[in-house]
């Protein structure tokens, strides 16, 4: 069972969602629990399934979090030991279906059909702890489209990135998805795994957040501190980090009206629900940049 959790996600998809440009629940918002009673009445994210159903005898894999210092939730997918073996967490986004058969294959089903072929790079925001650091979690991204003659579903390439070990705080990475080798896929999987497929080890946890195929904002360097405004556009919340903490910062509308002010932390998050759709100025210490509203 060591390995075949991910390998797992490579083989046998099957999708039944809308095709879709964005992400659904990408910044991990909402939570869906389980059904069940207690001790199983463990929670996944909305829109994505997790592999919480297979480890839930010795615990949920993955779970809700909030990182210091910030007001929204992100995800944390953590590698288990089960009966002595480095399980690591599994997210993928869409539906599946995990069946440990009595050869000890994992059939999955799952994912979302594709229609977004303008995108090239997937992004998104996270930390991994490791208690080995030459552990790395991962970020995969599959595509793949349904072969009618044959009946079984083909891969059209992807891309997948390594994620190392991170000090504090939330960190940028990207997936290279413009390498689909032929054929127009129809489907695309998102899977994120808190241990690395070659060697699984024990004790990684992975905190992702704000999974899209919308560029990070970079603004103007504080402090020779590159700083990112996330998402952009902006649904509920914009997060700003790779800032240094205390200085004021301040939401302004286009005419320079101040709406929000605050200060800022390690990850700093500002809640942007209650603002009417629009263009916004988010001025730090000086440093200005703006976001969208939508």
Known sequence: MKKTLLIASFVALSFSVSAQDTITNRGFERWTPSGKPAPFDWQEPEAWTSSNGLTEFIGAAVTKTQYPNTISNQVKIKTLNVFGNAVPGLLINGDFTLNVSDTGTLPLLGGVPWSAGNKTILYGLYNFTATDTTDSAMAIVMFKHYDNFNNVPVADAGGSTLLPPTGPGMFPFTVDISQITFNTPDSMVITLVSSKEDNFKMGGELTVDFVSFDQPLAVKPIANTNITVYPNPATNL?????????????????????????????????DVDHLDNGCYIININGATTRFIKE
């Open 238 to 270: 914009v997060s700003v980090w790779g800032v240094e903490s205390g200085l004021p910062y301040n939401v302004l509308d286009i005419t320079g009206k101040q709406l929000i002010s605050g200060t800022t932390t390690s990850y700093t998050s500002i």
